[in-house]
């Protein structure tokens, strides 16, 4: 299984991008997908999630309402749309594919680089 990442780059504050991170290799409308990033300095860290079907989502308070998740299963392909966007959103970003709820992320992408600047 395979995660291609795309569409990182640099904004911005206040502006907007979307990510998006295409599957190959898998069964995409079987796993639970997410997103998640790593500051400079810091630890990885959950964005948002979403299942299967694409009707429920889940989210990081620190980007609750300005960050949406969402899928398109006939694509194989999840996105992340960045809205609002601030300097501490500045990280490289990272989709992963889980089997399992999220208990253990499967597979993982290569990670885009989203640079907020002030």
């Known amino acids: 299984v395979q995660l291609q990442v795309s569409g990182g780059g640099l904004v911005q504050a206040g502006g907007s991008l979307r990510l998006s991170c295409v599957v190959s290799?898998?069964?995409?409308?079987?796993?639970?997908m997410g997103w998640f990033r790593q500051a400079p300095g810091k630890e990885r860290e959950f964005v948002a999630a979403v299942y299967w079907s694409g009707g429920r989502t889940s989210y990081a308070d620190s980007v609750k309402g300005r960050f949406t998740i969402s899928r398109d299963n006939a694509k194989n392909t999840v996105y992340l749309q960045m809205n609002s966007l601030k300097p501490e959103d500045t990280a490289v970003y990272y989709c992963?594919?889980?089997?399992?709820?999220?208990?253990?992320?499967?597979?993982w992408g290569q990670g885009t680089l989203v640079t907020v600047s002030s």
């Open positions: 992963a594919a889980s089997k399992s709820y999220g208990s253990i992320w499967d597979y």
């Open positions: 290799g898998g069964t995409f409308s079987s796993y639970y």
